[in-house]
């Protein structure tokens, strides 16, 4: 898959949970998780390599988010729970070109094209 599919954003108040789905091409290669915020950089959320061999977790995120695989349905899962409003932002899954997880965006050739994850009251 050239371009990946992300899908299960939506509007949650604060402390609420979401499951955020890519479906993507699961073979030898890294799958990363990013997100943006107004005015704000780009940042790497979470990631896993398509084995399932090793994950990675931002700070920001640890002990609240889950990332998983499905490699019968091709999908990888970014489980949110506890969420904040500071968790708003669009996000992105993408490809890596590399077998194991980097938070680097430089390190991704394929880019879906993002789901709006809003957590307000």
């Known amino acids: 898959q050239l371009q990946l599919v992300e899908s299960g954003g939506g509007l949650v108040q604060p402390g609420g949970s979401l499951r955020l789905s890519c479906a993507v091409t699961?073979?030898?290669?890294?799958i990363g998780w990013f997100r943006q915020a107004p005015g704000q950089e780009r940042e790497g959320v979470s990631c896993i390599t398509s084995r399932g061999e090793s994950t990675y977790y931002a700070d920001s995120v640890k002990g609240r988010f889950t990332i998983s695989r499905n490699a019968a349905k091709n999908t990888v899962y970014l489980q949110m729970n506890s969420l904040k409003p500071e968790d708003t932002a669009v996000y992105y899954c993408?490809?890596?070109?590399?077998?194991?997880?980097?938070?680097?965006?430089?390190?991704?050739?394929?880019w879906g094209q993002g789901t709006q994850v809003t957590v307000s009251s």
């Open positions: 699961l073979d030898y290669y890294a």
């Open positions: 993408a490809k890596s070109w590399y077998l194991y997880c980097s938070d680097n965006g430089g390190n991704y050739h394929s």
